[in-house]
Nanobody, 128 residues
Framework: QLQLVESGGGLVQPGGSLRLSCAGSGFTLDSRAIAWFRQAPGKEREGVSCISSRTGSIYYAYYADSAKGRFTISRDNAKNTVYLQMNSLKPEDTAVYYC??????????????????WGQGTQVTVSS
């Protein structure tokens, strides 16, 4: 059974940092594109970042405009985990963050229905 589990959320002050983890079981994350999404209260779920499956020896990373320059997505294949390092956090980053898998990243911005194996989410709250 394919399963993703998010962790690492919490309460942080504006300007602070958090690192979210997306741990996989039942499949090798390296073989799938993994994306991070978030959903704030009263808002639709939106794509934040995506890292491709291995292409040769390269992974490609994609970021929503809201994440560019502040967030970094990465993989640790030994731990079968994808991370989202979030720096310079803002109150508008407050949301439940989810990870999900797909064959490619192309649909992450629109939360394409191909994305599946959703985790339960981890709450990120940015507040002073």
């Amino acid at each position: 059974q394919l399963q993703l589990v998010e962790s690492g959320g919490g309460l942080v002050q504006p300007g602070g940092s958090l690192r979210l983890s997306c741990a996989g079981s039942g499949f090798t994350l390296d073989s799938r594109a993994i994306a991070w999404f978030r959903q704030a209260p009263g808002k639709e779920r939106e794509g934040v970042s995506c890292i491709s499956s291995r292409t040769g020896s390269i992974y490609y990373a994609y970021y929503a405009d809201s994440a560019k320059g502040r967030f970094t997505i990465s993989r640790d294949n030994a731990k079968n985990t994808v991370y989202l390092q979030m720096n310079s956090l803002k109150p508008e980053d407050t949301a439940v963050y989810y990870c999900a898998a797909a064959s490619r990243c192309s649909g992450y911005v629109t939360v394409d229905t191909e994305f599946g194996s959703w985790g339960q989410g981890t709450q990120v709250t940015v507040s002073s």
